[in-house]
């Protein structure tokens, strides 16, 4: 690896960290204006990354993606939500998980727009790179499996009982994600969507 790829990688690394941050804070400063304080209690609500990186999610996972060229995958610590702090937790629920991808699309149309005065070169490059990120994480989030920010609005959305079914993948998952990214699935359903997106900002 040569130096150059090293801060190519690194400004990767830093760029997803931001755009995580700035996902989850977006998920407490929902939860908080909705009237769950557990997020703020816990400084969640913040920029800082220090509060929101996973060792594993923010930094191992992405670094060795990066470095390898396998597929990005990345996540950073979850923000908690306790619905009996809102006033309709159904609904709540599913407008504190859609804050998140909202908020990477957000960063994704600034960013696009600063490309229009950005000087070629680096600048131009990181801003690109920013775009892409975000773009690919508005758009994994809202896979509608729970984990996901996707899974979490289905679950708020549906009539109960089908909700309730929804709910019960969710320790499965990240099984059922990374299946469908081994086999191929998840590119399939997701990179018509990131590409249409992109084409439009960029």
Partial sequence: MTPADLVE???QVAVLIASLSFHEA????????????????????????????????TLLFPLLAMS???????WAKPVPVDPRYLREPKR????????GPISNLILAVCGAVLLLVAPSGIVAGTLTLFV?????????NMVPIPP??????LIGVL????????ARLRPYG?????????????????RPVQIAILRWLL
């Avoid at 996901?148 to 609005?153: E, S, Y």
């Avoid at 086999?183 to 359903?189: A, K, P, Q, R, V």
């Fill in 9 to 11: 990688i690194l400004i």
């Fill in 26 to 57: 977006a998920h407490a400063w929902t939860a908080s204006k909705l009237g769950d304080p557990t997020a703020r209690a816990l400084g969640r609500l913040t920029l800082n990354p220090m509060a929101h990186i996973d060792p594993i999610g």
């Fill in 68 to 74: 390898t060229g396998a597929p990005l995958i990345g």
């Fill in 92 to 99: 709540d629920f599913a407008l504190i998980a859609a804050a």
């Fill in 132 to 140: 892409w990120i975000n773009v690919l994480l508005a758009v994994f």
């Fill in 148 to 153: 996901l920010d996707g899974g979490n609005v």
């Fill in 159 to 166: 009539p109960h009982e089908a909700g309730a079914a929804i």
């Fill in 174 to 190: 990240f099984l059922l994600l990374y299946a469908l990214m081994l086999t191929g699935i998840l590119t399939w359903i997701t």
